[in-house]
C-alpha cells in the first residue's frame, strides 16, 4: 500500500482515537479504504485479509473488529444466534437479509416506518433498534 492509500484507513483510526498498528490499517483498509459502505463478517473479512501482504489471524479479526465497534467505527448486526455481520454505514437504517446467500444489505430506510416501540421495563432504556428484513424466493 502505498502512503495515499494508507492515508483513509489511518484517518479513520485515528479519528476513533485507535492507534494504527499495521493489523489495524490492513482491515480498516479492506473495510473502507475504497470509501463504499460494507457489510463482512469476520470469516470473509479474514478471507480477505488472507489475499492481502499483512496477513492477520482469524482472532485478531474478530478483536479488532470488537475494537472497531466498541469505539463506534462500525456496527454490528446480529442476524440469528450464531451470525454476526458488521456494517460499516453506522447510521441507524434497516436491512435486508437474503437466506440464500447468506448475505445482508441495506434496506431502503425512507420506506420503514416504526409506529411505536414498547416501554422498556423499569430502570431500562432502549440503546437500539435493528431491522433485519428475512427474503427468501417466493
Known amino acids: 500500500m502505498s502512503a495515499a492509500q494508507l492515508q ?9 482515537g485507535l492507534r494504527p ?3 489495524r490499517v490492513a482491515l480498516a483498509d479492506l473495510l473502507i479504504g475504497d470509501g463504499q459502505h460494507r457489510h ?13 501482504d499483512a496477513p492477520v489471524s482469524l482472532a485478531t479479526v474478530y478483536n479488532t473488529l470488537k475494537a472497531f465497534c466498541d469505539v463506534g467505527l462500525i456496527r454490528e448486526i446480529m ?23 447468506g448475505k445482508l444489505s441495506d434496506a ?11 416501554h422498556a421495563p ?10 433485519v428484513i428475512r427474503l427468501r424466493k417466493a
Open 8 to 16: 483513509r484507513p489511518t484517518d479513520w483510526l485515528a479519528g476513533a
Open 21 to 23: 498498528t499495521r493489523q
Open 40 to 52: 463482512v463478517t469476520a470469516e470473509s473479512l479474514h478471507d480477505a485479509v488472507k489475499q492481502s
Open 79 to 101: 442476524v440469528d444466534g450464531t451470525k454476526s455481520y458488521f456494517d460499516t454505514r453506522v447510521d441507524d437504517h434497516p436491512h435486508f437479509f437474503w437466506e440464500e446467500d
Open 108 to 118: 431502503p430506510k425512507e420506506q420503514l416506518e416504526i409506529a411505536a416501540l414498547p
Open 122 to 131: 423499569k430502570g431500562m432504556e432502549i440503546s437500539k433498534v435493528d431491522v
